[in-house]
Every structure is written in structure tokens, then in C-alpha cells.
């Protein structure tokens, strides 16, 4: 069955430091692959999206993600986490060919020490 | 571009009365716009997708009777809550695709809360 797993449901790192998100796919052709932020009580921000090309992709507020294809993997990084990037993350998936919608993992949320 | 307007942002009903909520494309037709919903702290959840001018594809375990889609513009889709219970108490979000535009535009959602 086509899934995305999101392995983390909750991380917390030290401001300052790095951070990875983890996220996995199951899916029998490469998807369109998205990253999104929630904060509390809000609706979804974009940080980055991949279709095709570059394996590694810039997105908004310092993020970057990774795709790898041998791993079905499609991994979130931000080298220096700042507090206000505690959030809850989503990884989700688009099929190539489909309408539009999207598959989401249940999540990563992210606390901040200071 | 491709910016997808919700409203409203929150509402509050009693029991047993109906909500709509309303999901605009801004600056592009949308020829198909999602439905999500998000329990609290859990994920999204498709749960229709309307294609403009026909009828709405709800997915399984999702009451078509209960969520009421309209789909009757390009820029405009509506969904209501028909006698709502506190348990459809929830976070809606919308989303909207075209032929060169993915569905991966929201909207801002709606927290709907049935008293």
C-alpha cells in the first residue's frame, strides 16, 4: 500500500543546533514531494518542494531537503534551529498523473531548548 | 501565484445546525479542489475531491450526506456541515489543482468547533 512515514513523532533539539526530519515513501514511481510547517492553531506553510531535477532542494527559512531515491527517502535539514521553529512538520506526497492531492505523514513534532 | 483563500477561519456552531465553508482559487481556475480534514494533533486526512461541475468523490469512511460539496465555478468550492455534532468538531483545509498546477496550494483552514 502506498504510505509515508514520518519515523520521528517527536524531536528536540537545542537552538543552535542541527536538525534532520526523517521521511519515507512507499509509492512504485518517484512522487512529487513536499514539506510543510503548522504552527499551533495555524493553517500549512510550504518550506520546499520537490518535482524533479536537482536532488537537493533550497526551500524558505534555511531549509533544505534531500531526495534519494534508493532510500524512498525525502529528508528535511536546517544546519542552525532557531526557537521559533518549534512547529509540528509534515511530509507529504503527490502521485505523478493523479489530480492533486496529497498523502501526509503523521508528523514530526519539534521542540526547542533554549 | 496560485494563492488558495478559506473562510471562514473559525466558527462556532450549536449542535445540530449546518456550517458551510468556503475555498477560493484567487488567481487561477481550479478545475479540482480538495478537501482535508486534521483531528486534533493528528495528520490530514483527504477527505473529498470536487471536480468543477460534478459531483464530489468522497473518500471511504467519509459521509457524503454529512459534507455537502459544491464545486459550481472554477475559483470556488464550498463545503457544508450538515448537522454538525461535537464530534465533527475539527480543522478543515482546502486545497486546489489545475492542469499545471499541483494541489499542493492551501488554503488557511477552518477550525470548526459544534457546541
Known sequence: ?114 | GAVVSQHPSRVICKSGTSVKIECRSLDFQATTMFWYRQFPKQSLMLMATSNEGSKATYEQGVEKDKFLINHASLTLSTLTVTSAHPEDSSFYICSASTQGHYGYTFGSGTRLTVV
Open chain 1, 1 to 114: 500500500a502506498q504510505s509515508v512515514t514520518q519515523p520521528d513523532i517527536h524531536i528536540t533539539v537545542s537552538e543552535g543546533a542541527s536538525l534532520e526530519l526523517r521521511c519515507n515513501y512507499s509509492y512504485g514511481a518517484t512522487p512529487y514531494l513536499f514539506w510543510y510547517v503548522q504552527s499551533p492553531g495555524q493553517g500549512l506553510q510550504l518550506l520546499l518542494k520537490y518535482f524533479s531535477g536537482d536532488t537537493l532542494v533550497q526551500g524558505i527559512k534555511g531549509f533544505e531537503a534531500e531526495f534519494k531515491r534508493s532510500q524512498s527517502s525525502f529528508n528535511l535539514r536546517k544546519p542552525s534551529v532557531h526557537w521559533s521553529d518549534a512547529a509540528e512538520y509534515f511530509c507529504a506526497v503527490g502521485l505523478r498523473g493523479s489530480q492533486g492531492n496529497l498523502i501526509f505523514g503523521k508528523g514530526t513534532k519539534l521542540s526547542v531548548k533554549p
